[in-house]
């Protein structure tokens, strides 16, 4: 049974920083593609970042040039780095993997102070 497991998040002052990671376990598959998506309250699940296993990344346009999402293969892992942080990246940020299906972790809180 496909796991993945977040860890990283807390509270930070605007302009900090963060390293979220995901490690994944239990998959018999390659994975196609690991990201990292987050959920304000009152609004919609959003995709921040994305990497594909050959190693191309797509971020969304709010967060472009502050984060940045690395993938360690060896170690089943995927990063997200996350700097320059502002009040409305306060979100949970969940680990996605795309096997066969979506798989999600269980989220972790990101708070920024302002």
């Known amino acids: 049974q496909v796991q993945l497991v977040e860890s990283g998040g807390g509270l930070v002052q605007a302009g900090g920083s963060l390293r979220l990671s995901c490690v994944a376990s239990?998959?018999?598959?390659?994975?196609?593609?690991m990201g990292w998506y987050r959920q304000a309250p009152g609004k919609q699940r959003e995709l921040v970042a994305g990497?594909?296993?050959?190693?191309?990344?797509h971020y969304a346009d709010s967060v472009k040039g502050r984060f940045t999402i690395s993938r360690d293969n060896a170690k089943n892992t995927v990063y997200l780095q996350m700097n320059s942080l502002k009040p409305e990246d306060t979100a949970v940020y969940y680990c996605?993997?795309?096997?066969?299906?979506?798989?999600w972790g269980q989220g972790t809180q990101v708070t920024v102070s302002s």
């Open positions: 239990g998959y018999r598959f390659s994975i196609n593609r």
């Open positions: 996605n993997a795309v096997i066969s299906r979506d798989y």
């Open positions: 990497i594909f296993s050959g190693g191309i990344t």
